[in-house]
């Protein structure tokens, strides 16, 4: 069986405060040391990482002899990460994230069942157009919903200060 015709694989795994055990990965066990911006990250999978942080956000350091520069940065739906390989942007729901600048980068989940790639951003673009029908739906009720009550209360008020002015003017006119 060729790898374009491999069903998509279920991603099994555990995340504890210092260990992680996965289908694909293995156990390893992980312990960062900390302080005053300075830390080292012992991994049993990965090895020694020296880092400094430069600021929210933004580290540097070492692993395995190769420097390392990672940016994460969010501001509102979107999240920012800037690193040696370049810049990508992702937008996160909850059925996983769409990376606009780099789509092969995507996640999609749905019954437990994770899946990456160009299928996850096509399931990713099909369930942001149905959020974006669904949404714009609601807006539309809610904004007709505010416009009729608006008319409503506005005829209100004009029929009852023509009611008043009548009334007011029929008690003058004796």
Same mark, same amino acid.
């Given at each position: 069986?060729?790898?374009?015709?491999?069903?998509?694989?279920?991603?099994?795994?555990?995340?504890?405060?210092?260990?992680?055990?996965?289908?694909?990965?293995?156990?390893?066990? %992980?312990?960062?040391?900390?302080?005053?911006?300075?830390?080292?990250?012992?991994?049993?999978?990965?090895? =020694?990482?020296?880092?400094?942080?430069?600021?929210?956000?933004?580290?540097?350091?070492?692993?395995?002899?190769?420097?390392?520069?990672?940016?994460?940065?969010?501001?509102?739906?979107?999240?920012?990460?800037? $690193?040696?390989?370049?810049?990508?942007?992702?937008?996160?729901?909850?059925?996983?994230?769409?990376?606009?600048?780099?789509?092969?980068? $995507?996640?999609?989940?749905?019954?437990?069942?994770?899946?990456?790639?160009?299928?996850?951003?096509?399931?990713?673009?099909?369930?942001?157009?149905? $959020?974006?029908?669904?949404?714009?739906?609601?807006?539309?009720?809610?904004? &007709?919903? %505010?416009?009729?009550?608006? =008319?409503?209360? &506005?005829?209100?008020?004009?029929?009852?200060?023509?009611?008043?002015?009548?009334?007011?003017?029929?008690?003058? =006119?004796?």
């Amino acid at each position: 069986m060729s790898e374009k015709n491999t069903p998509p694989k279920k991603r099994i795994e555990y995340r504890g405060k210092n260990v992680r055990v996965s289908r694909t990965g293995g156990v390893s066990g %992980t312990k960062t040391i900390s302080k005053d911006g300075y830390g080292a990250t012992i991994n049993t999978n990965h090895g =020694v990482r020296l880092h400094k942080r430069l600021f929210k956000g933004a580290r540097m350091g070492f692993q395995r002899g190769n420097f390392q520069f990672i940016g994460r940065y969010n501001s509102g739906p979107f999240n920012f990460n800037i $690193s040696k390989g370049g810049v990508s942007t992702s937008i996160k729901n909850k059925r996983g994230s769409y990376n606009i600048m780099k789509p092969n980068y $995507s996640s999609f989940k749905l019954g437990g069942i994770q899946v990456r790639g160009k299928n996850a951003a096509t399931l990713q673009l099909i369930f942001l157009a149905f $959020s974006l029908i669904i949404n714009l739906f609601k807006f539309l009720w809610y904004i &007709s919903t %505010t416009l009729l009550w608006f =008319v409503f209360l &506005s005829l209100k008020w004009i029929v009852d200060f023509f009611i008043g002015f009548y009334k007011g003017y029929k008690g003058n =006119v004796r």
